[in-house]
């Protein structure tokens, strides 16, 4: 990863916003921009300096993985050092993400000041979230990597399918799927994995639970994993026994409705546009009012990111995107139908990061 790269990138928008100095507490930005993993650092970056606070657990480990800015082992808190360094370089004022800074955080922040009066006004919000806006395009080393644990989780689904049978407790299904990630080489699961079957498959969250698997009815499968650093999401609906004429119409329509998405993938196309693409064709199938969620999400350092493809959003794709398409409906006591894939924003359109079959496979 080209962190050096990514800090000019940075401090290039800061000069560009007249931003003198920048507060970096949310973790996935303080890793995008110097590369370090650990669960505590703040940094502090200037036009001219980048430093990183963290605590005496990291000592060796920040040393290791940060090369682009000075570490900083702080004796008490990593927050109130890094704030103390930009009160003494006398700036005028420290931008921060509001999206990411809590309420406290920010008292934290004002309280480290030795001078009173600039507590008020020193720290100043960000008007749109930066660090973020940098990350939503991703560089090709971050594509790859996206790209293999993309590839990994279809393996992971296609080797899962042979055992899946009617009886097994959905937490079964999930432990499977998770010690295989494990042994895989994940270094952990993108988010708590979507196991939910039978009148529970009308739950779009229904995270696995020791319900048994129906001997006729969906399952929902809906994971990801995490390959240095970086997620993958996808979703594929099964069924267990045969289904009836209602039940596959209704799966052949959220298909069409996620091929259709998929298809609206291009650069320039608005993320509202992709999702009305999905949500016409389940409108036409009278399905529309049970499609309850947005069509998809960016992803990346964490599993939810920029942009969101949902109704009316006017965000235009570009080339390094890389976001989820995943229409689904939810009929409440009945069943529910979700297919999601990873698709990659490029200059030709979308490309499928997930490309398991999206066929309705029959256990």
Do not use: W
């Not at 698709?343 to 490309?355: E, N």
């Amino acid at each position: 990863m080209n962190h050096a790269r990514r800090l000019r990138a940075l401090r290039a928008q800061m000069k560009q916003r007249e931003i003198e100095a920048l507060l970096l507490t949310h973790l996935p930005d303080v890793r995008y921009f110097t590369g370090f993993t650990g669960s505590n650092a703040v940094v502090a970056v200037t036009a001219r300096r980048a430093v990183l606070y963290t605590d005496g657990r990291y000592t060796v480990q920040a040393k290791e993985q940060v090369k682009v800015a000075r570490v900083i082992i702080a004796a008490h808190s990593a927050l109130r050092e890094a704030c103390n360094l930009l009160e003494s370089l006398g700036v005028g004022g420290v931008a921060f993400d509001p999206e990411q800074t809590t309420v406290s955080t920010l008292h934290l922040m004002r309280s480290a000041l030795k001078y009173g009066r600039r507590r008020r006004n020193f720290f100043r919000p960000l008007d749109r979230p930066l660090p973020l806006l940098l990350r939503l395009v991703k560089d090709e080393d971050e594509l790859r990597i996206m790209e293999k644990a993309a590839l990994e989780g279809c393996r992971l689904f296609e080797e899962l399918l042979p055992y899946i049978e009617s009886g097994m407790a959905e937490t079964a299904v999930a432990a499977r799927l998770e010690f295989a990630a494990r042994t895989l080489g994940a270094e952990g699961m993108s988010f708590e994995t979507i196991v939910a079957s039978g009148p529970r498959s009308a739950l779009p969250h229904g995270h696995a639970t020791s319900a048994l698997l129906p001997r006729n009815g969906f399952v929902t499968l809906d994971f990801g994993i995490i390959l240095d650093g970086y997620c993958s999401d996808m979703t594929r609906t099964v069924f267990m026994g045969t289904p009836n004429r209602r039940q596959r119409f209704a799966y052949d329509a959220v298909l069409d409705a996620q091929l259709a998405a998929v298809e609206a993938v291009r650069p320039g196309a608005t993320c509202g546009e992709v999702d009305e693409a999905a949500r016409s064709v389940l409108r036409k199938a009278g399905l529309a009012e049970h499609f309850t969620h947005s069509t998809g999400h960016g992803v990346g350092l964490e599993i939810h990111e920029a942009p969101r493809i949902a109704a009316g959003q006017a965000v235009e794709l570009v080339p390094g995107m890389v976001i989820t398409i995943e229409p689904g409906i939810y009929i409440a006591g009945k069943f529910g139908i979700r297919i999601e894939d990873m698709v990659a924003v490029t200059r030709q359109g979308g490309k499928v990061l997930t490309p398991a079959t999206k066929a309705l496979l029959q256990l």
